[in-house]
């Protein structure tokens, strides 16, 4: 299918551009003194700090769902947040979007929305997960059932490792990619998480040696290829044009564009789960944004299994069809290299906070763009990002083209 | 909540040995899996024809741990989507070719259904396949 014109109705820089004004994150891994509604507070708090804001000055709250328990959810839908930040009475609008793992995207194209629309004003995204501290056959079974189809899939006794183990054996059937290869992916996510004090292996090395010593979970799949799953949280605000240099911020950070495609929901009905919907959702992307793949300066993709990664890093043109795996291998993600690959360690290594950790991706893209991360990691002059995301059993393929940009007088 | 028919028919049919497909009775083209509506051509004249059991296998992986509750005795154990000759694909259970062995199989092999008896069924209503040969 040929995308066809799909044009972005808001100028760069006119009045009512949706912009990135701040960003806040605490620690991913297991922190199980660490309260649901604590987490989302805090996050709420650093991120409007980091925006100049007040908790007064948001109107909207969009929710990014857990996947720990149903009440805790439940607290998001029904506007707990709104009460938490005394904004109880003057908040217009507080609810949950929802779409697997690729909901930050889509949350960022709801408040994309509503901004330009001037629906919303100045709009908080909360995220917090406790995948880390939650009972872990409970979250195998829940990962068994959501994304699934009971009727027809849940009987043959799939679950997300299953999925991950199946797309990874497509992909290395399809790329003639060596174990050594998939396992390097790993190691350049390790090598940022190195450098992420927030990540759940901020202090621990890996090599492919160690990766694939690792027990076999799936084949071909090992243990140290599977994502670790922890408790995190991070929000982000965003606001119009005019605001923001009415606040005197000079500089921020504008969507240019995004594509995206929704190609099953079952994996089982994926036409070719070595390419999934990519390749279409990257063309859309270029068509609304006027890029290509060669004008980005960080990359901040969904990674629950390398495969995934490899995947989209082809079918966006990244990498050339079939060298995802060779391309990592070689070091062009790693720090320093051609193209920075999931800078705070991606959800393989800063860790699988559930919806979160495609939220922590985009937090970590718009603070490199908004030049706020730690030395150690921070892209130097970095001005254009590509986000992606993918939920479910890698039901949908979603990009966003996120870019610095000057604010003037 | 009870169970629709055309679950409880697809699997009287791995029940009885066979593996039937979705056939829209208007637009005549096959569903998988089957749907309320044919998603060609929106038709609720729905039925049943039977599948050759004859595809190629896109994908499968052995699951060695962290089985769903209710599965973990089965460990280890293969599960992998299957292309059938009839144009449409699903996900099955594949056999081992000896004791906890799958390491024969590859991504692309044929591989062919297996009726397995109504007990089997009863407590995993899925359909197995193996490879053409093996």
Not at chain 1, 57 to 82: C, E, K, W, Y
């Amino acid at each position: 299918m040929m995308a066809q014109e799909w044009t972005l109705h808001v100028a760069p820089g006119a009045p009512n551009d949706p912009v990135f004004i701040g960003v806040g994150e605490i620690p991913t891994g297991k922190f199980p003194d660490r309260g649901f509604i604590q987490g989302l507070t805090k996050v709420a708090l650093l991120a409007l700090k980091d925006a100049g804001m007040a908790p007064r000055d948001i109107d909207t709250i969009l929710l990014i769902p857990n996947l720990h328990g149903a009440a805790d959810q439940a607290d998001l839908v029904f506007s707990r947040m709104v009460e938490e930040l005394g904004i109880h009475g003057s908040c217009k609008s507080s609810y949950m979007v929802h779409s697997g793992g690729s909901t930050s995207d889509n949350a960022v194209r709801a408040a994309h929305g509503l901004i330009a629309t001037g629906h919303a004003q100045n709009v908080l995204v909360l995220q917090c997960e406790r995948w880390g501290s939650a009972d872990l056959s409970e979250m195998i079974t829940m990962l068994s059932k959501n994304g699934i189809p009971g009727e027809w899939e849940l009987p043959t006794g799939i679950q997300f490792n299953a999925i991950g183990a199946m797309i990874t054996r497509r992909y290395m059937h399809a790329s003639g990619s060596t174990p050594e290869e998939m396992a390097s992916v790993c190691v350049t996510l390790r090598n940022w998480a190195n450098r992420n004090e927030n990540a759940m292996f901020y202090t621990k090395p890996l090599t492919v040696e160690q990766i694939l010593a690792s027990r076999m979970v799936a084949d071909p799949l090992h243990s140290y290829e599977c994502p670790p799953m922890a408790d995190g949280a991070c929000a982000f605000v965003m606001t119009n044009t005019a605001n923001a240099k009415k606040r005197g911020i000079t500089n921020a950070v504008r969507v240019a564009g995004s594509g995206g495609c929704v190609s099953h929901y079952c994996l089982s009905q994926e036409a070719d789960q070595a390419v999934l919907g990519w390749p279409l959702a990257a063309e859309r992307a270029w068509n609304q944004s006027g890029w290509g793949p060669g004008d980005a300066d960080i990359a901040e993709i969904y990674d629950s299994y390398a495969a995934v990664t490899t995947i989209a890093l082809e079918g966006i043109g990244i990498a050339a069809k079939g060298e995802g795996a060779r391309w990592f291998a070689q070091g062009n993600g790693d720090p320093g290299g051609k193209l920075p690959i999931n800078t705070n360690g991606g959800l393989l290594s800063a860790g699988h906070t559930g919806v979160g950790g495609g939220t922590a991706l985009l937090v970590e893209g718009i603070r490199q763009l908004l030049h706020r991360a730690p030395a150690m990691r921070q892209v130097e002059g970095c001005q254009r990002a590509i986000i992606g995301g993918s939920g479910g059993s890698y039901m949908d393929a979603q990009i966003l083209l996120l870019e610095r940009t000057k604010l003037g007088a | 909540m009870k169970t629709p028919a055309i679950v409880t028919e697809f699997r009287d049919g791995l029940a009885s040995g066979k593996l039937l497909i979705q056939h829209c009775n208007d637009c005549g083209k096959p569903n998988m899996w089957p749907r309320y509506a044919c998603p060609h051509c929106q038709s609720e004249n729905l039925g049943w024809v039977q599948s050759a059991g004859a595809g190629t296998l896109h994908s499968f992986c052995v699951l060695r741990q962290g089985a769903p509750e209710g599965h973990e005795e089965d460990l280890p154990y293969a599960i992998g989507v299957v292309k059938l000759d009839e144009g449409v694909q699903l996900a099955v259970r594949l056999l081992p070719s000896g004791p906890e062995d799958w390491s024969g199989y590859a991504c692309d092999d044929r591989v062919e259904f297996v009726p397995v008896s109504a007990e089997q069924i009863e407590k995993r209503p899925c359909a197995r396949f193996k490879r053409t040969g093996g």
